[in-house]
């Protein structure tokens, strides 16, 4: 099974943008469907980001859709998100998540990382 570790998160003004990555162990990185999720404090953990196998189709929620870029490198077995336009709303722990497909990954992920802290402050 695919081990997944997040980098990047940290504090940044409002705004203001970081880039989280997610490096996955394996030979077999191209073939999984990737995403990103994140927790608030007191709420569920929510979709945020998906990319397909080959990186060719992503998908997003409404809430980061024209701020929030997902992309991977299959070479360096990576993903990353690329968040602008920072909110204080996105102040989450945010969570990379794999599975065989987008749709997978969307609704039941089969593998999940520790996890890395965004704050957003106002």
């Known amino acids: 099974q695919v081990q997944l570790v997040e980098s990047g998160g940290g504090l940044v003004q409002a705004g203001g943008s970081l880039r989280l990555s997610c490096a996955a162990s394996?030979?077999?990185?191209?073939?999984?469907?990737m995403g990103w999720f994140r927790q608030a404090p007191g709420k569920e953990r929510e979709f945020v980001a998906a990319?397909?196998?080959?990186?060719?189709?992503?998908l997003y929620a409404d809430s980061v859709k024209g701020r929030f870029t997902m992309s991977r490198d299959n070479a360096k077995n990576t993903v990353y998100l690329q968040m602008n336009s920072l909110k204080p709303e996105d102040t989450a722990v945010y969570y990379c998540?794999?599975?065989?497909?987008?749709?997978?990954?969307?609704?039941?992920?089969?593998?999940w990382g520790q996890g890395t802290q965004v704050i957003v402050s106002s």
């Open positions: 998540a794999a599975g065989p497909n987008m749709r997978t990954v969307r609704g039941g992920p089969q593998a």
């Open positions: 394996g030979r077999t990185f191209s073939m999984y469907a």
């Open positions: 990319v397909s196998g080959s990186g060719g189709s992503t």
